[in-house]
């Protein structure tokens, strides 16, 4: 999973040593980073965005690896990987475990959105 990845970039960043660390930061009880690394709850578009700020990760790469994260449709991750395709093949960093594993809650009405990033890569 994807936002499994930016906790540990952002715990090894700021060379933390709990996860209640992290919660601290993002002003979360410490139960909840348990809860995103078991994936029963997901980073919001607006934590995964400062996560990636303070750990040097490409904002674009954060959201899209927490989208991916958050969907089980199949013809959904294919375009969620179309979308990493293009980014790396841009320069931007490969999304390591990737989207194969991602196996997670799904997403509804994500179809304008994900057309619209689609039509800004290209």
Known sequence: M????????????KNYIQDKQIAADLGLPKS??????????????????F?????????????????????????????W?????KLNGQGFQSFGVGFTAISLAGLAGMNSIIQCALCTLC
């Open 32 to 49: 909840r980073i348990s809860e995103m690394r078991k994936g029963k709850r997901y980073l919001s578009d607006n934590e995964a965005v």
């Open 2 to 13: 994807y936002q499994t990845k930016l906790l540990d970039s952002y715990k090894s960043a």
């Open 51 to 79: 996560l990636a700020q303070e750990c040097n990760i490409d904002e674009k790469e954060a959201l899209i690896g927490v989208h991916a994260d958050r969907t089980q449709d199949s013809s959904i991750k294919a375009i």
């Open 81 to 85: 990987e179309e979308i990493a395709k």
